[in-house]
C-alpha cells in the first residue's frame, strides 16, 4: 500500500507565497516520477509541475513562479509557490510514479490541498 499526504496550503493574497510538501509513505521499491497537479472549479485537472530524473518541467503559467524539488532521502517533493495570482487558486494534488514489487511501476494520488489566493 502507497499513501500520499499533502500539506502547505491555505489562504494567501495575491503576490504571496506558499509552500507545498507532499510525502510518499508505504512498501515500494523506488519512485520515479513525482508531480503536482490542481483542479479548479469549472476546469479540467492539469499538470502543474513535475520532476523526473532528467529534470523538471512545468506549465506555462507557472514558469519563473513556481520551483519544484525533491527529497530522495525522505520521500518527500516540495512545490514553492511565488507570486501567487487569484488564477492559481484550487486543490493542489500530490502525483508519483511509484514501483512496488507487487504491482510494478503505477500511478498514485493524494488527497490533495487547498490553495486560495485572494485579491
Known amino acids: 500500500q502507497v499513501q500520499l499526504v499533502e500539506s502547505g496550503g491555505g489562504l494567501v493574497q495575491a503576490g504571496g507565497s506558499l509552500r507545498l510538501s507532499c510525502v510518499v509513505s508505504?512498501?515500494?521499491?523506488?519512485?520515479?516520477?513525482m508531480g503536482w497537479y490542481r483542479e479548479a472549479p469549472g476546469k479540467q485537472r492539469e499538470l502543474v509541475a513535475r520532476?523526473?530524473?532528467?529534470?523538471?518541467n512545468y506549465a506555462d503559467s507557472v514558469t519563473g513562479r513556481f520551483a519544484i524539488s525533491r527529497d530522495f532521502a525522505k520521500n518527500t517533493v516540495f512545490l514553492q509557490m511565488d507570486n501567487l495570482k487569484p488564477e492559481d487558486t484550487g486543490v493542489y494534488l500530490c502525483?508519483?510514479?511509484?514501483?512496488?514489487?507487487?504491482?510494478?511501476?503505477?500511478?498514485?494520488w493524494g488527497l490533495g490541498t487547498q490553495v486560495t489566493v485572494s485579491i
Open positions: 502525483n508519483a510514479n511509484v514501483y512496488t514489487y507487487r504491482t510494478g511501476s503505477n500511478d498514485y
Open positions: 508505504g512498501d515500494f521499491r523506488v519512485i520515479n516520477i
Open positions: 520532476i523526473t530524473n532528467l529534470g523538471t
